[in-house]
């Protein structure tokens, strides 16, 4: 089973900038697709940003769109979150998820469809 670690978090201000990478412990399985989610204390666990595996088509939520720039590096099984412009609403943890199922190019930003769940890394945006 394919392990995530999260890493990169930290305490930035207002417009900062922040890198969030994820390790996977192993070959991410062609057809799937690579996300962020982040939860904050008190409200559920929203995607913000996916990656297709075998395509590098992205999404993200209307909420990090323009400020937000995820990225694969396939050799080293690693995903990043590059993120721009912070905001104090940015605040959250954030993890990284592996799609359950083959994806036939879409990657629908639902956390039910994505599993493998690393521990997570805390971002706080101070204004």
């Known amino acids: 089973q394919v392990q995530l670690v999260e890493s990169g978090g930290g305490s930035v201000q207002t417009g900062g900038s922040l890198t969030l990478s994820c390790a996977t412990s192993?070959?991410?399985?062609?057809?799937?697709?690579m996300a962020w989610f982040r939860q904050a204390p008190g409200n559920e666990r929203e995607g913000i940003a996916a990656?297709?595996?075998?395509?590098?088509?992205?999404y993200y939520a209307d909420s990090v769109k323009g400020r937000f720039t995820i990225s694969q590096d396939n050799v080293k099984n690693m995903v990043y979150l590059q993120m721009n412009s912070l905001k104090p609403e940015d605040t959250a943890m954030y993890y990284c998820?592996?799609?359950?199922?083959?994806?036939?190019?879409?990657?629908?930003?639902?956390?039910?469809?994505?599993?493998?769940w690393g521990q997570g890394t805390q971002v706080t945006v101070s204004s």
């Open positions: 192993g070959y991410i399985i062609s057809g799937r697709c």
């Open positions: 990656i297709y595996v075998d395509g590098g088509t992205t």
């Open positions: 998820g592996l799609s359950r199922y083959r994806s036939g190019g879409a990657c629908p930003l639902r956390r039910e469809l994505f599993g493998n």
